[in-house]
């Protein structure tokens, strides 16, 4: 396992342990929440279902007792998402090191095929046989003529560098504008 893996493991793991620390327990929620948080789980859209705002304004309570019990699904939630993210990331090692494994044996019976000059092997379950597909690998682009060269032009604008003009001078670059979205921070 190389270092940059140990240290996004790290990273992850600690996420983690932080979004725990701040996780709702269900049993803590009142039971309406819990049924929110069902709608939601349930939901096919990340937005939820059409009828969430409606079901939220129907719990009956004082706002302040609802952000509270709300900010707790969202903790939940957050919380789920980054074991989910966690574990997708593992799986998807996993499956990295499946693939490997797979291209290793294939490239042994290519290898044993070829040194016993069997070009097809039928088994009860498979037909093997060995192929050879053209590939260009280019050892030096700098002789291959320009006729057989691509000139690729990436324009991408840098919003950091706007946003930190707009911070630094207070000026807006020409062609884009500042935009404040208004985001609940729960801590």
């Given at each position: ?157 840098d919003k950091r560098a706007i946003l930190a003009a707009y911070r630094r001078d207070g000026e ?16």
């Amino acid at each position: 396992m190389s270092i940059e893996s140990n240290i996004e493991r790290a990273q992850v793991e600690r996420a983690f342990i932080v979004s725990a620390e701040k996780l709702t327990t269900l049993y803590s929620l009142p039971d309406a929440f819990n049924r929110i948080l069902d709608l939601l789980e349930a939901a096919e859209d990340p937005e939820g279902t059409a009828d969430l705002e409606l079901e939220l304004d129907r719990i009956a309570g004082l706002f302040i007792h609802k952000a509270g019990s709300i900010a707790g699904l969202v903790a939940h939630l957050d919380g789920l998402a980054i074991v989910r993210k966690a574990e997708a990331a593992r799986l998807r090692q996993r499956a990295d090191v499946c693939e490997a494994r797979a291209e290793r044996l294939r490239n042994y019976l290519c290898r044993n095929m070829e040194s016993i000059g069997q070009k097809r092997i039928e088994t009860d379950r498979f037909t093997i046989s060995v192929r050879s597909y053209p590939h260009v690998e280019v050892s030096d682009p700098a002789q291959v003529p320009s006729d057989y060269h691509r000139v690729k032009i990436i324009d991408d604008v840098d919003k950091r560098a706007i946003l930190a003009a707009y911070r630094r001078d207070g000026e807006i670059v020409p062609g884009a504008e500042i935009v404040h979205d208004p985001k609940v921070l729960i801590s």
